[in-house]
């Protein structure tokens, strides 16, 4: 596509309940990363996809927290047993490798909210 | 010590002004730097690499790195009101295939 795609724009759950976040990277990019942004906070690394490599779980905050990625192409992170504390806006992003010399390419996130 | 740092800001210029944005970071072997600028509610863009020491000219963008001071920065020149927004520094650490965030630089230009 002609862009990152991220969906659902904007989540809205109750405490407790689990949630997925859907990412469609931009075609033929190979590194996949997910980040979250916290109100008025910087972007908190969460995970990493590399191809065929075994994701760099590194930044997930905890055990509640998942990511696949299919066919080397979409990504789901899944939260499950929702908390208030993970309300924040949840970026994907690709690049077109991932050695770190090409920039990302941001989607428009999503905007998670926990009642 | 924080990996990469930014003064949070507001930093505030009048329009036509030159603007300057600060960042270090900690990781000595460090290869790649970039600056993202972030509007109120909308995702990070990517306005500038760059990954050797010197300067490196855009249009009104010059980003600076001084890999030896640990210290890269951005300058916009003629600011303008649309150039309010928050500033990100970006850095490639060594040993990580990541990107690490600093907090970001609000930048203000007033009319």
């Known amino acids: 596509g002609a862009g990152v795609s991220q969906s659902p724009s904007n989540k809205v759950t109750e405490k407790g309940k689990d949630v997925e976040l859907r990412c469609d990277p931009i075609?033929?990019?190979?590194?996949l990363y997910w980040y979250r942004q916290s109100l008025g906070q910087g972007l908190e690394f969460l995970i990493y996809?590399?191809?065929?490599?075994?994701?760099?779980k590194s930044g997930l905050p905890s055990d509640r927290f998942s990511a696949e990625r299919t066919g080397g192409s979409v990504s789901t992170l899944t939260i499950q047993r929702t908390q208030q504390e993970d309300s924040a806006v949840y970026l994907c992003?690709?690049?077109?490798?991932?050695?770190?010399?090409?920039?990302?390419?941001f989607g428009s996130g999503t905007r998670l909210t926990v009642v | 010590q924080k990996e990469v740092e930014q003064n949070s800001g507001p930093l505030s210029v009048p329009e036509g002004a030159i603007a300057s944005l600060n960042c270090t970071y900690s990781d000595r072997v460090s290869q790649s730097f970039f600056w993202y600028r972030q509007y109120s509610g909308k995702s990070p863009e990517l306005i500038m690499s760059?990954?050797?020491?010197g300067d490196k000219e855009d249009g009104r963008f010059t980003a600076q790195l001084n890999k030896a001071s640990q210290y890269v920065s951005l300058l916009i020149r003629d600011s303008q009101p649309s150039d309010s927004a928050t500033y990100l520094c970006a850095v490639k650490s060594g040993g990580y295939n990541k990107l690490i965030f600093g907090a970001g630089t609000r930048l203000a230009v007033h009319p």
């Open positions: 760059i990954y050797s020491n």
């Open positions: 075609s033929g990019h190979t590194a």
């Open positions: 996809f590399q191809g065929n490599s075994a994701p760099d």
């Open positions: 992003a690709s690049s077109l490798e991932g050695q770190g010399f090409y920039g990302y390419t």
